[in-house]
């Protein structure tokens, strides 16, 4: 059986076993400019720490999510049957670097994208 793109880079991820890491999480979607970022987000034991170097409170942060969480929402997604998708996925740690869904075609403003960019271990 030939493995999908996103089992690959989700192996290759779960391989790495990070679960101290930092990175900028940009959210593409018709909302507040504060929650459009980036965000600086840190992970301690694959749970969300801090984001933008305060400690994370989702009742004050909004919903933010760790890697994990985003290759879960890549699967849940996919589920709905996206009108377009595009993900693109670390070449060296499997983790998405970019996400994007247009969920139907002819409503607007419910597309929504997420990228990584300067992802570290720690």
């Known amino acids: 059986m030939v493995e999908d793109e996103y089992t690959i880079n989700l192996k290759k991820w779960n391989t790495q076993q990070i679960s101290n890491y930092e990175f900028n999480l940009g959210i593409d979607c018709y909302c507040l400019p504060e929650r459009v970022g980036p965000h600086l987000v840190g992970v301690?034991?694959?749970?969300?720490?801090?984001?933008?170097?305060?400690?994370?409170?989702?009742?004050?942060?909004?919903?933010?999510m760790t890697i994990n969480d985003?290759?879960?929402?890549?699967?849940?997604?996919?589920?709905?049957?996206?009108?377009?998708?595009?993900?693109k996925y670390n070449d060296t740690y499997g983790y998405p670097e970019y996400i994007y869904y247009d969920f139907v075609q002819n409503i607007a403003d419910e597309e929504i994208g997420f990228y990584v960019l300067s992802f570290q271990k720690k």
């Open 70 to 87: 985003l290759f879960t929402y890549i699967k849940e997604s996919d589920a709905k049957k996206p009108f377009e998708k595009e993900v």
């Open 44 to 64: 301690k034991n694959n749970i969300l720490t801090t984001i933008n170097n305060l400690p994370y409170d989702e009742s004050k942060q909004g919903k933010i």
